[in-house]
């Protein structure tokens, strides 16, 4: 949870727009690429600057600018000047501690969510601030650091598959949603093999170890979902604004995406639910179990208490204590505690006290 | 839950729309049969391929054309060229892990849905998936594999039982979803059945595998309740479009199975409040158990503590310790025994310690 | 719960409509009945088909038919046939398995509840299901089996009291439907009480049966709300839609039964909130009761612990054991032993052990 | 939960409408009494009936006539008779079970409450009906018995304080509303401090009685709940209507007492929070508290167990036992059991088991 | 939760509109300070009265008027007349019982919320009710003491920073809104990280006072819950309405807040999941921890068990005892108790039960 909030301490005082980084740098220098795409042909460049795309840009060209850093204010501010965006638009860029959501502003639709990794050492998802600009031919991204889920769709446009060299920036946006909300599927598969694993460790081995590992994982799925509930209304919320940036039939795609977006929050849920059972699971095994212990330890203790006792008897020194001069009857003595013990053992497993 | 969301994985990466069959593949190769009716005539054949229908099918006949298995992409791509339909459709129907959904099209309505069997062998519910693709003369339906529960529609089809033969494929698709809503409800019944069953058996003799059967059912009717519910929002969803494609008078049908599937869905949320309940039974039951043995032996060895701790006595080895040498003192000795015994049960019974 | 469903089973397979009795027979012969009455006169009498009734059927009088027993599909049939009844309506009064519901139909109103009864017999409510179909002048109702609760409103039709004589058979339909409701209501009022008078016995003598009875209250409290939630719901419906067989005078009759099924259903998850104060409360008991047993008797042992020991290093045989032998060492020793003892049970007492 | 619906009972079988009065008789004679007043001039008169208004009533003049006592079926019937009031509103009058809710007539407003009190004896709330008829220029109210809590609101009227004298009856109505809000969060506020008080009360020292309370208390937030919920809704829904009765400038008087009923409704729902993490509270101090004691109890049992076991092996009386035969073996023996004590002690803390 | 109706009681009885002040004095006298600006100018000032600021206001500027101190019914009324004020909004203004809310009138908005501050004496969250006035060209503030969290707002608008000089008082309005957000999300942060730190003192060291302080961070976060959700619904409706004194242009930034109070709202839930699973994490640990001792002494006691029983056999004193006469028996004697000993311990370590 608080991986969400953190940022908002340094923004505190500062007046609303002013183009400040709050996050983590990740890189040391921002990078910025280019694709311009249409039916037909198909470029790729890196730029020095935002505005330099001024001069790389063709008319009958679609473009992506993709931007990975956010700490450069100065290439941030360049974009907001060279394609007019709004000041708060670009302070949500910056601020790394948005919550998913879209906004429609006069002359594009803006929208953040979070891109989720999950990270092998750390053992726990991270996630990156994307931001998406969408304007008639063009789409902007800005990412926190190189490196993404976005390279299949690079591809595509590349070879030339599928319809998204034809279709406009609006697809393309919808193709970059729809890797997000696979990357997000395929984590939530990762936590949810390893929720069933741990079911499985519980029945076998049931300890303290498992009942945290069932309380770090609840907090990864909280966290989950704290990233894709938002992003899901986002979605919903996208195919029921009527904006002209987003073209008739890309409708349907968006559609299937809220879809996915819909099962991903359900199976974090469900998830969630399996936790909490597993929890009853654990906590039912541990009492079981403990009472199996005590049960045959107090019952083990009870037989031995009246054998302890008739000794202790035949041990006082009583004058007179006729017993105890009998030829055999230390013997019967030692056959009377053993007919006690077997008898008792009997009655406690009839009474299924063990 | 991972049984719906596996598929994901393998479509990473892929572009929309593409044609891969994303699931398990169930036969070897694809069936594709046709049934043709109207009210006076009923034809059924078994094609080679899809387009065959075209020979086929004639005008004043309804249709419907079942295809088993979705793993042949040939035939599926077929279907989509011949009859028009959407890509997105295509590869709906073509990944099995789709959520229960209802989509427009311009030329069609497509609904998919999971048909539920219970595996006697595995115990466990397992799930098929059925697409269903309506049009004004034609219905299409693709399953996984062969074998399904329309086989009483497909009998009155014949025998020209009901309205099934002069209604048009709107009442024939409702006639599907009617024996699919059927099944759900004899599935839950059937659990539902064993439910009960398990709480005569926590009842009578309450073990940890009890409980470990109740989490098994929880997980059981999540399962269902993962596919029914989006079903139900789907045929509810169906009464509140106003599409051409379902005719007037079919719409009362429709209602009926819509209290169907709720009615299910309600059952499944009945359950699951029982099995809570029955794991608060179990938990409460198992608790008294132990309470009660605990408190049988502890007030067994309270008894015999101070009895042992008196014969401890006189068996210290004190030059003087008067009683040791009265004639009858170890008679009394063991008689004020007895009656401290005595009085300390009948005070612990008192108390109602035991 | 499957109370409810178990119907279903038996009409998997049959098509729609198909006028077959599902459920169980509960009489031999089925009985028709008529009221005929207008604000002047008031005739009652039996019938032997459904058919019958146009013969003796007046156009200047408002009619109420009623049905008891629903296994008779030939009498069903009749008056399908007769009144003009829709096939979907013929088989929901026929599957005494419905949800409560209404449903608009071209020529009359339909609604399906369940009258509940408590048997005193088995100790849990029973329900029995009934249909109400609303004309213009007429009135057909169907139960499974005679007995009802609509005596008064016979009673008030023949003597002519309150408005029902003269207000059409939307006011009687009204009318019969205030007095189920009445009858939830003092069902739950009486399972209230019950449930009063446990929380009582739980304070005075908490027993694994209490705890058994609040499950089976829990379960009653279930069965009702599945029979009343969708009945109140069923009823606010009736408040809405916009019909003519509904005359406007009677509307403010049908809010005030309205408010009554509200009233109901809160009654219920106001009882099972206390159902679960009850358990909690029932658990915290046994745990404090358990404990206090096992304080007093670990508190009793552990004070004769030291003296045992004590003891037996008196009954040591060390040669050289000084105390031994002096004259009173004895009664200094019994003097010592009880001295520890008072001293543990001060210090006990003072920790508030026990 | 039970006070509230005992009354049905009683209305079984009666036809709607019919005025029987159902309750408790709480006063002997019902009690009439009228206020006339306008901007300039205020009279107070008591009356022997309701049509005695007639004649006392001025055109010029707003009017307040109250009824103390509903079980005059008498004067409900003149008052019914004499300003034309619905049958199905005296019924609600006289039935003293109602659920606060509000309803529109053709010629009035109606709204049903209940005022609280706290019954210093019964250590309970105990509330009476409150309806309140609203007329163009009249305001009606009934109550079960003398005294009210409306007394702030005649002293107004009297001396002329605020806008009452000049406002209508709606204001009027909306006084005594206020004033019947502010005594639910006198209430609440009261109860919330026993609450806080029980906290502090567990804490210091936690026993079953406690538990108990915090029960009672349950039970009385639940009460307060089904009393105020309603009436909540019940205001928010008079801000809804459109009706003339009231005036357009009282609206934003009605808002504030909106406002209250909401942060009355949201006090009891803190209050239940709050009640049921003392209920966790106080599991997990009984818990903590026998945790205790048993540990203490049983390292004490632990240490002295070898101890005893030693002395048990030289009190055997074994020909040849070398130890018992020396010097100072004796004492080496009780040196011995010492150390073994303290390093069983030490090593007991260490592990941090008491 | 007290903390906030406290003040009604004092309420009661009054008549609406009665300008007294309601709430704890924090300051001797009332503060009146004022801030004229445009783009151009900036002029701040501290007035005698609020009817001074007739004399000083320009009309070409925008002008804020902040009042410390609540108690000067003086001051208040002083600004009722002065800029005609609603008689209710001056009760609320001084009324510090407030639940956050907005209120539209004729000639200005009214909305009131609560600034909260972390009392690091009290170790608690303490707040302050402040009432913003929005009219054309003007804003007044009321605070109950001196000392608030505007300083970086009034530092914008010396320096001319942002769009605050030039954006009229609906933008300043949501200046402090922005900052009271701000200040809500660090007292969130703040705790938030003193919950994470409890989490680990709860893994390293489990103890009551843990359990004591999960309960106070919950009343804690109850208490925010109280404030920041009626203040989120006060911004989401302040964008819903269409009043003209919400500038065009200040909507996006109202979104922006909309979304930071969104933010903090589900942070606050998300502790509040998180602090019910330490609960039951600690609740378990503790459990662990105790099974874990009870365990391992009942183990140790229950292999002296037998140990004893057998020294206590050869305690006795029989006459013929053949086992004490040889050579070597007592020697015999221990190695068989040594070995008894042993294997338990190997039993029971097997068996996993210590």
């Known amino acids: 949870m608080a991986r969400f909030l953190k940022n908002t301490d340094a923004r505190k005082g500062m007046h609303p727009g002013s183009l400040v980084f709050i996050g983590k740098k990740k890189i040391e220098d921002c990078i910025v690429s280019m694709i311009q795409y249409n039916a037909d042909s198909f470029d790729e460049q890196s730029l020095d600057e935002i505005s330099d795309s001024a001069r790389f840009v063709r008319d009958d060209f679609f473009a992506w600018l993709n931007v990975d850093g956010l700490h450069c204010s100065e290439v941030i501010r360049n974009a907001g000047k060279h394609f007019n965006l709004h000041p708060l ?33 750390e053992k726990r998802t991270v996630s990156e ?13 800005f990412q926190e650091e190189p490196g993404d889920v976005f390279d299949p769709v690079r591809e595509r446009l590349r070879k030339q598959k599928g319809r998204v060299r034809t279709a406009g920036p609006d697809y393309l946006a919808y193709s970059l949603l729809d890797t ?8 939530i598969e990762r936590l949810g093999e390893d929720i069933e694993d741990l079911e499985s460790e519980i029945l076998a081995n049931p300890s303290q170890a498992a009942m945290e590992k069932i309380n770090a994982f609840k907090r990864e799925m909280n966290y989950l979902r704290k990233c894709i509930r938002p992003a899901r209304d986002m979605v919903v919320q996208l195919l029921r604004i009527d904006n002209d940036l987003i073209r008739e039939n890309t409708i349907p795609f968006l559609k299937d995406i809220a879809d996915l977006f819909t099962q991903a929050a359900e199976a974090i849920d469900t998830y969630r639910d399996m936790l909490n059972d597993m929890m009853n699971l654990y906590n039912s095994i541990m009492t079981n179990k403990m009472n199996d212990v005590m049960k045959h330890l107090t019952v083990f203790a009870a037989i031995f208490i009246p054998l302890t006792f008739i000794a202790g008897v035949y041990g006082t020194n009583f004058d007179h204590l006729p017993e105890l001069h009998y030829q055999y009857s230390y013997f019967i003595f030692l ?12 009655y406690f497993k009839r009474k299924k006290w063990f």
Not at 129 to 141: D, K, R
Not at 335 to 346: D, G, K, N, W
């Open 89 to 121: 638009l670009l302070e949500d860029i910056m601020n790394t501690g948005q919550r998913p959501k879209l906004e429609e502003f006069d002359n594009c639709l803006f929208f953040v969510l979070r891109m989720l990794r999950f990270d092998e050492q």
């Open 129 to 141: 601030q994307l931001s998406i600009v969408l304007f008639e031919n063009l789409l902007l991204t």
């Open 335 to 346: 056959a009377v505690l053993f007919l006690i013990a077997v008898s008792m053992l009997i």
């Open 180 to 187: 997000v909300v696979d990357s997000y599927i395929e984590i």
